[in-house]
Nanobody, 125 residues
Framework: QIHPVESGGGSVEAGGSLRLSCKMS????????MGWFRQPPGNRREGVAS???????TYADSVKGRFTISRDNTENTLYLQMNSLKPEDTGVYYC???????????????????WGKGTLVTVSS
């Protein structure tokens, strides 16, 4: 299996925190770019954060200062720590991974990118 498996979604009140996990079956050091995306209800999928594996990260303006993306190479897992959650953070969150594509800086995936099935985050006001 090469597709990511997300977990950690749930329902929280505004101001709360969640940590999403994205587990890979192979070493994540193989993936040039990994990231988190979300699809709010009735809207298109949008980029949230990405990690290029060599310390570089990119965040959407809407989550800067509140979300943190990180990799645990020993666990083959990508994380998204989400703090100070807002109702507008509600949506299905997807993990994506690419061996050789370089979409990390733009949060606009292209080429051969592997997607998970998503995990639902609901933030109530």
């Amino acid at each position: 299996q090469i597709h990511p498996v997300e977990s950690g979604g749930g329902s929280v009140e505004a101001g709360g925190s969640l940590r999403l996990s994205c587990k890979m079956s192979k070493s994540i050091t193989n993936y040039n770019c990994m990231g988190w995306f979300r699809q709010p209800p009735g809207n298109r999928r949008e980029g949230v954060a990405s990690s290029n594996g060599i310390g570089g990260t990119t965040y959407a303006d809407s989550v800067k200062g509140r979300f943190t993306i990180s990799r645990d190479n020993t666990e083959n897992t990508l994380y998204l720590q989400m703090n100070s959650l807002k109702p507008e953070d509600t949506g299905v969150y997807y993990c994506a991974a690419a061996y050789s594509e370089t979409w990390c800086p733009t949060l606009r995936p292209f080429g051969t990118t592997y997607w998970g099935k998503g995990t639902l985050v609901t933030v109530s006001s």
